[in-house]
């Protein structure tokens, strides 16, 4: 069964203080995995797409790498601006996207 | 350009009564998704569009949902005799073939 976990649930850091977010994966073909950023009563708003073990993408503070079984995304010198709720999803072998839970990022000042 | 557009965003209604929720979204994108998002859960999936037809619906909780998408354009989310544990953000997304979903902000469903 296709299936997405993400972890932790809830990530507490200072400002500055770089850390990572984990999404581990089991899927059937991928197709690509997704990182979204979700604020507070907004839709996710798409991150990154990777495709393949050993890509990387990055963007400001944010960088995100794959394995073959997972996806981190490492965040550099946080600010309180990227306070948010991370999300990952895989597409696999069909159209749906497999979403995980989510990892809320809080920064503090 | 434009985003993905949801209306309203936010509604009340009582138990029982059938409400419609709508999604405009981004001009040229085939695929369009309905969502549902509880408080501190993650995305339910509901129903996928591509183009005017609906290939799955799986995802519908019950006979009291149903979607309906017209002109490769806008679509509407229908429940009818609504219950209190239909409350949630009911997220609408878009996108090309095999790309990136855009998400609108959602409309936030509560049923007293």
């Known amino acids: 069964e296709d299936q997405v976990t993400q972890s932790p649930e809830a990530l507490r850091l200072q400002e500055g203080e770089s850390s990572s977010l984990n999404c581990s994966y089991t899927v059937s073909g991928l197709r690509g995995l997704f990182w979204y950023r979700q604020d507070p009563g907004k839709g996710p708003e798409f991150l990154f797409t990777?495709?393949?073990?050993?890509e990387e993408k990055e963007k400001e503070r944010l960088k995100a790498t794959l394995t073959k079984k997972e996806s981190f995304l490492h965040i550099t010198a946080p600010k309180p601006e990227d306070s948010a709720t991370y999300l990952c999803?895989?597409?696999?072998?069909?159209?749906?996207?497999?979403w995980g839970a989510g990892t809320k990022l809080i920064i503090k000042p | 350009g434009a985003g993905v557009s949801q209306s309203p965003s936010n509604k009340v209604t009582e138990k029982g009564k059938d409400v419609e929720l709508r999604c405009d979204p981004i001009s040229g994108h085939t695929a369009l998704y309905w969502y549902r998002q509880s408080l501190g859960q993650g995305l339910e999936f509901l129903i996928y569009f591509q183009g005017n037809s609906a290939p799955d619906k799986s995802g519908l909780p019950s006979d009291r949902f149903s979607a309906e998408r017209t002109g490769g354009s806008v679509s509407t989310l229908t429940i009818q005799r609504t219950q209190q544990e239909d409350s949630a953000v009911y997220l609408c997304?878009?996108?090309?073939?095999?790309?990136?979903?855009?998400f609108g902000n959602g409309t936030r469903l509560t049923v007293t």
């Open positions: 997304a878009s996108s090309f073939p095999d790309s990136p979903l855009h």
């Open positions: 999803a895989v597409h696999g072998s069909n159209y749906q996207l497999i």
């Open positions: 990777l495709y393949s073990a050993g």
